[in-house]
């Protein structure tokens, strides 16, 4: 199993000269299985890079995990160049809500006035999956989509494959209305989706000066992070959904906070990075 990071910006793209070292795209992780098979965790605008990187490498077949339907996830999947291919089969999968389809929900984005063509006319095979509440199969791996602290249906996904595992939950806050460090670790949001993990990508939006006034926005502090993943016992923490107002010296500034917060938990945190590469093993 391998992953890389082609945006890891949170809540609006953030191109320009302060945001180049980690980068300025929105949520898009790409895993590639033992047996090839491709999973991508959100479409955010990172997606777009995906896709031109897919280009030219045969048919595109793939499953796309969509962890919630606000914009900052979900606004480059229209970019992205598999979607206009015919031979490219794409299984979507995301929250389910008992008003609408996943489809019909996407479809408010992709069709006019907000794009310019419905989401009917894609010509690339669809199939549209709602998260199933237990462990369902993709390729070689199981995953488990598991629902988090945030506004409207959201998850957060775990990926296991050989004894590895990634879990990914890039908007939660966890510490809403709590005290993490009091809780019972089965008692706080998402630590059936973290626990153990080996990988952890996790919000980490805000200093912690910053969280109170944010409070009940979907986000988490630094501290609230490394606690969420200390009471989980994840192995490695990749901080995630990079505020777009931090520049690349303030997510920096956050880093060198978070040795102290980790104190004697393992590897200390790191930021995600544009075009990284996380290793298993």
């Known amino acids: ?61 793939a499953h796309l995990l969509l962890t919630h339907l606000h914009l900052d996830h979900l606004e480059g999947l229209g970019f992205f160049g598999p979607l206009w291919e015919p031979e490219t089969e794409l299984d979507i999968w995301g929250p389910p809500s008992t008003v609408q389809s996943l489809s019909d929900r996407i479809a408010r984005y992709l069709s006019p006035p907000l794009f310019p063509i419905q989401l009917s006319d894609i010509p690339s095979r669809i199939r549209w999956h709602d998260v199933p509440l237990e462990r369902w199969p993709i390729g070689s791996a199981t995953v488990l989509a598991g629902p ?28 809403l209305g709590l005290d993490l460090e009091a809780l019972p670790p089965e008692w706080i949001s998402g630590y059936n989706v973290a626990a153990d993990a080996e990988v952890l990508l996790h919000d980490a939006q805000y200093r912690e000066d910053e969280y109170p006034s944010r409070v009940g926005w979907g986000h988490s502090s630094i501290a609230d992070a490394v606690t969420f993943a200390r009471k989980s016992s994840a192995r490695r923490l990749v901080m995630f959904h990079h505020d777009p107002l931090h520049s690349d010296d303030d997510l920096e500034a956050l880093l060198g906070r978070a040795p102290d917060l980790w104190d004697d938990a393992g590897e200390s945190p790191e930021l995600a990075r544009e075009r990284t590469e996380l290793s298993f093993g």
């Not at 809540?11 to 795209?25: Q, V, W």
């Not at 590895?164 to 966890?174: K, M, N, R, T, V």
């Open 148 to 175: 988090v602290s945030h506004p409207g249906p959201t998850v957060g996904f775990r990926i296991e494959e050989d004894g590895h595992s990634l879990a990914y939950i890039p908007d939660h806050e966890p510490a």
């Open 1 to 61: 199993m391998r992953a890389t990071v082609w945006g890891c910006r949170g809540s609006l793209a953030t191109p320009g000269a302060e945001t180049i070292r980690y980068g300025g795209n929105t949520s898009c992780v790409a895993v590639r299985l033992d047996d090839g098979t491709l999973v991508i965790l959100d479409a955010g605008t990172g997606i777009r890079n995906l896709g031109l990187y897919l280009a030219g490498r045969g048919a595109c077949r």
